[in-house]
């Protein structure tokens, strides 16, 4: 069985290139000059901080029995509430609010709300594996790399500073919290780039949020790369043509094959 990328692998071998090489060589055949990469459950795991500590909310709450229904709950009012405050933190405190309107605890209600504090305040989400390498290849190659994150600017400086991440990227865009993270908004990123659609890639892991407003744009589906990931929120169905990859370690393969 072949894997990923080894008859480009094999074809660098023979020619004696390294990988950057010939990434760098096939981003100039494709025009592209820079990548515009997503970093929440791309390049670091806020997923797994937001289930840490939400499931530790509604234990508290709900005791270890109710614990799981009131967790369908919540995740079914956030994405109610989605349109009405994005990814907004009061997206989590109003809905949680709204679906333990009858508990009447406050001190454990207090605690739970601490839980959901320490998401945006206390806690680092850990990066995945390969992503410095992920990072230093793309730059190697000669593209200018941009994090592009529906996030505020403090908690996306503190992700990327924790991980070290900082010195690996280029230009750092957050989109407003208290809007989409839409057509309009990456239209936006394009223009302060000053790239068109031609000149680059987009690595991320939302097909709402990242892969279909760029193809909406007109960014030619095999210019994309979507990382799997374990955060659902809207459709999961991969538009045609978009490359996948299962993590940030082998997006740059799909380039290779």
């Known amino acids: 069985m072949q894997i990923p990328g080894q008859a480009r692998n094999d074809e660098i071998a023979e020619r004696g290139m390294t990988k950057t090489e010939k990434l760098a060589e096939v981003f100039r055949d494709m025009g592209v ?7 929440d459950d791309t390049l670091v795991d806020t997923h797994a901080v937001y289930l840490y500590r939400m499931e530790r909310a509604v234990r508290i709450m709900a005791g270890e029995d109710g614990a799981e229904a009131l967790h369908q709950a919540w995740l079914a009012r956030i994405t109610e509430n989605r349109t009405r405050f994005h990814v907004n933190p009061q997206v989590l405190y ?9 508990f009447t605890d406050d001190e454990a209600r207090g605690q739970a709300i601490e839980e959901i504090r320490c998401i945006y305040e206390e806690d680092t989400p850990p990066v995945f594996p390969g992503v410095d390498a992920f990072l ?10 941009c994090v592009v994150t529906h996030a505020s600017p403090e908690w996306t400086a503190k992700k990327l500073s924790a991980n070290n991440l900082a010195s690996l990227v280029d230009q ?8 989409p993270k839409d057509e309009d908004a990456w239209a ?15 690595v991320g892991d939302s097909i709402v949020s990242d892969v279909w407003p760029n193809l909406n744009l007109g ?15 809207g459709s999961q169905e991969v538009p045609e043509f978009v490359l996948q990859a299962d993590g940030v370690s082998v997006a740059l393969e799909s380039f290779l094959n």
């Open 136 to 145: 230093r290849d793309l730059r190697q190659a000669g593209l200018k790399v």
């Open 172 to 179: 750092v865009y957050c989109i407003d919290i208290d809007g």
């Open 33 to 39: 000059t820079t990548a515009l990469v997503d970093l």
């Open 94 to 102: 109003q809905s949680f609010a709204e679906v333990t309107g009858e």
């Open 219 to 233: 960014l030619p589906a095999d210019r994309i790369v979507r990382v799997t990931s374990k955060f659902k929120f």
């Open 188 to 202: 936006a990123v394009y223009e302060k780039e000053g790239v068109t659609v031609n000149q680059v890639i987009v």
